[in-house]
């Protein structure tokens, strides 16, 4: 595979769920999900290393997609993705990365038996342990700290899917924010500072206090089947959902909101409404 052919089938890697590691010469470490620390130990760097890759495979599966894990290792410090099928790769500084293409799964030793195995395995084949990567001296499960994918609602966010179903009439958009009135509108709109009429949305300039809005910030659109659907413009200060947790959004990539969704957009809180 060329260069070219790599850059065409990037893909971009989320910034949640938001995963740091940090390895010591001695095999201990921490892991950090969320804010949620965990200390790690194993009997070398190489077995540690396996142990956080097969905590991050977890979470990937539950996700199902890539995760970011930011790992400080001595002195070097970089950015790794961890696929769903234990396949590790290095995120470009755009947050994207090749296809997995001819690229092996990450294997490693059974914590008891010592058994080479996949960084996927969840039992051990030989000796019947669960969890047989594990290196977390206080282990927390990946449900406890990220949803199922296929669990998430739409006031989650959803990325937007085609849909079969008859389309419906038209709605009104009511955006509320924490710097100016309301505004109700029934056309598709950009938001920002000063923004630009991206694919013909009506602009809509938002006051922002502390200049945090990007020029263009954000895309809202209503489909023709009445589904919210928000858009990151590449913003500077990112959007993110005021939910439990906070989700933030991958640039250039619409998401499907429950109405009734509050955002942060930069300094600027925003409610979004259909009426």
Partial sequence: ???????????????????????????????????????????????????????????????????????????????????????????????????????????????????????????????????????????????????????????DLTRARPLTTTPKPRATLRLTFSSQSPVDVAENVALGRNPEAVGGRRPIQVRSPQRMLSRTHVLVDVDEHGRILVTDHGSGNGTESQTNPPRLFEAHVPYVLAPGTTLRLGDVICRIDLV
């Fill in 1 to 155: 595979m060329n260069a070219t052919q790599a850059l065409r089938g990037a893909e971009r890697v989320a910034d949640w769920p938001r995963i740091s590691a940090t390895v010591r010469a001695d095999g201990t470490g921490t892991i950090t999900i969320n804010g949620t620390g965990r200390t790690c130990a194993a009997a070398g760097v190489n077995e540690l290393r396996t142990g956080m890759i097969a905590r991050c495979v977890a979470i990937a599966n539950r996700l199902h997609r890539p995760v970011r894990v930011t790992v400080t290792d001595v002195a070097q410090t970089w950015t790794l993705a961890v696929r769903p099928e234990g396949i590790v790769q290095a995120v470009s500084d755009a947050g994207l990365i090749p296809p997995a293409d001819g690229l092996s799964v990450h294997e490693g030793r059974c914590r008891r038996c010592r058994r080479l195995q996949a960084v996927t395995s969840t039992t051990c084949p030989q000796c019947g342990v669960d969890e047989p990567h594990r290196v977390e001296a206080d282990p927390i499960a990946a449900e406890a700290i990220v949803p199922d994918a296929s669990a998430v609602d739409e006031l």
